[in-house]
């Protein structure tokens, strides 16, 4: 099985820009999860998406947004970028049902400049 | 509301002795719960899980231990290893919720 694809790997943008970023989750699942990590900061979840739908939304300001398509990629994109969304922003695939685990991929480094 | 706690932000243990994760939880409804290791620059890759029907989980030479009464998990790493150098993360679910629950992670250092 293939495992999970977050494109691309590093990012550089400019204050005021915006951002995708896409995750291929692994064939067969149906949920898709976006994380950001910050330096010193654990997992901080911005929004799940199961079947074309925004499952679970954590705390995060509307400039970030997300979808999912029927093939289950998903795509996160961040709209006037700020210096403080300079991180690691991770994708999870899983089955989207209880009792299993996340597989994430290795991640988008975006750097705001 | 945390409802999964890693209340130690940093463990330095020597190389050879036993690496010693704690994880505790608030939700009694959870039952499933696994830890997760991450590099820097790096996804999250799975580890070890065990659900509430266990008390104990072995893998090699990673142990998890469960306290249900205490809401209390543990991960035992025996013998410590260089590369075991990184954070550590615990997560819990809930058989009728699909969400995992994370913690803030757990930076493990083992010094040789």
């Known amino acids: 099985k293939a495992g999970v694809t977050q494109t691309p790997r590093y990012l550089i943008k400019t204050r005021g820009q915006q951002v995708t970023l896409s995750c291929s989750p692994i064939?067969?699942?149906?949920?898709v999860s976006w994380y950001q990590q910050t330096p010193g900061q654990g997992l901080q979840f911005l929004f799940e998406y199961f079947s074309e739908t925004q499952r679970n939304k954590g705390n995060f300001p509307g400039r970030f947004s997300g979808r999912q398509f029927s093939n289950s990629r998903s795509e996160m994109n961040v709209s006037t970028l700020e210096l403080g969304d300079s991180a690691l922003y991770l994708c999870?695939?899983?089955?989207?049902?209880?009792?299993?685990?996340?597989?994430f991929g290795s991640g988008t480094r975006l750097t705001v400049v | 509301d945390q409802q999964v706690k890693q209340n130690s932000p940093s463990l330095s243990v020597q190389e050879g002795r036993i690496s010693i994760l704690n994880c505790d939880y608030t939700n009694s409804m959870f039952d499933y719960f696994l830890w997760y290791k991450k590099y820097p620059a790096e996804g999250p890759t799975f580890l070890i899980s065990i659900s509430s029907i266990k008390d104990k989980n072995e893998d090699g030479r990673f142990t998890v231990f469960l306290n249900k009464s205490a809401k209390h998990l543990s991960l035992h790493i025996v013998p410590s290893q260089p590369g075991d150098s990184a954070v550590y993360f615990c997560a819990a679910s809930a058989r009728s919720n699909y969400q995992l629950i994370w913690g803030a992670g757990t930076k493990l250092i083992i010094k040789p």
């Open positions: 999870a695939s899983s089955p989207g049902v209880a009792g299993h685990g996340y597989t």
């Open positions: 064939s067969g699942h149906r949920s």
